[in-house]
């Protein structure tokens, strides 16, 4: 898939019609990335992007280019449908190996001191292998951990503040850095904790099942994939009394409304205090469709 974007115009990605065994993986990938750094446009910092080569060549022009850059031809392949898998490791769960598990630790916001990595590191060399893993939604997996030890880890995560059995929302709910960059009218983390706290405490057990993403971005770079979450939210400014107030936009796809495959606009410039009344009308809403 190449030309896919969720930038300020977002794209979904085309088909190079091709099938790439996993050995030739890093090779074909450079070669796309050397052919971009060849070819790219520099003009203008806006379209200095792949997926305008990819607009302005058609992925013709590019499988033909990779096959030149290689020296050999790709096999062909047609995708006639994608299976989506974007689905996040919740909690506690048993790995292949017989009597070991792994644990997925919700780090929701993405927000993590110096203090808890060094404890969670701790645990993974005690209790586990001392391997870590990190997912893409901002949360951090212990591996390899004895059965006789899972208790253990699961007390001594609590401890640390993260409440291992709560609605799985604190693990599928990211944010990007927002006020770090300068680009947010806020903090998208601080926003999403408190989103995710006011929904636990207004739903409850409805929460328990949900299937939900629910995506923070401080603007339209929606460096936290907004445009693609069930529920998305991107940061802007709206005018309050003559003046700036922090705000977002609201989208809805996938799972709230499968005809959307990129985020469709729901609810405009509402307040960020507010925006959490209308995640949480978004929710119930669903919930009820399901007949939940």
């Not at 409440?163 to 770090?180: E, F, H, N, V, Y």
């Given at each position: ?207 328990k099942d949900l299937d939900l993403r629910l995506c923070i971005s401080g603007c339209p770079n929606g460096c936290s994939r907004h445009m693609l979450a069930d529920i998305g939210l991107q940061g802007t400014l709206l005018t309050v009394d003559g003046k700036p107030t922090p705000g977002y936009n609201v989208y809805v796809a996938r799972r709230l409304d499968p005809t959307a495959k990129l985020g469709k606009l729901v609810s405009k410039a509402i307040k960020s205090e ?19």
């Amino acid at each position: 898939m190449v030309g896919g974007t969720t930038g300020s115009s977002p794209t979904i990605a085309q088909p190079l019609g091709v099938f790439v065994e996993p050995k030739d993986v890093i090779t074909v990938t450079k070669a796309m990335v050397e052919i971009y750094r060849d070819k790219g446009s520099r003009q203008v910092k806006a379209k200095a992007r792949f997926k305008w080569l990819v607009e302005e060549w058609g992925t013709d022009k590019l499988k033909k280019a990779v096959e030149e850059k290689l020296g050999k031809p790709l096999e062909n392949f047609r995708l006639d449908s994608l299976p989506l898998n974007d689905g996040e490791h919740v909690g506690l769960n048993p790995q292949r190996q017989n009597g070991y598990f792994y644990v997925t630790i919700p780090i929701l916001g993405g927000i993590l001191s110096t203090e808890k990595m060094l404890e969670i590191s701790e645990i993974a060399e005690k209790f586990g292998s001392g391997d870590l893993r990190i997912s893409p939604y901002q949360n951090i997996v212990i591996i390899n951990i004895p059965e006789r030890h899972v208790a253990t880890v699961m007390e001594r995560l609590e401890k640390m503040g993260y409440p291992m059995r709560k609605s799985p929302l604190r693990w599928t709910t990211i944010a990007c850095t927002g006020g770090l960059c300068g680009k947010a009218p806020e903090s998208p983390k601080k926003r999403a904790i408190e989103i995710v706290d006011y929904l636990e405490e207004r739903l409850g057990e409805k929460l328990k099942d949900l299937d939900l993403r629910l995506c923070i971005s401080g603007c339209p770079n929606g460096c936290s994939r907004h445009m693609l979450a069930d529920i998305g939210l991107q940061g802007t400014l709206l005018t309050v009394d003559g003046k700036p107030t922090p705000g977002y936009n609201v989208y809805v796809a996938r799972r709230l409304d499968p005809t959307a495959k990129l985020g469709k606009l729901v609810s405009k410039a509402i307040k960020s205090e507010d925006v959490k009344h209308e995640v949480e009308k978004l929710i119930i809403n669903y919930l009820k469709a399901k007949g939940e």
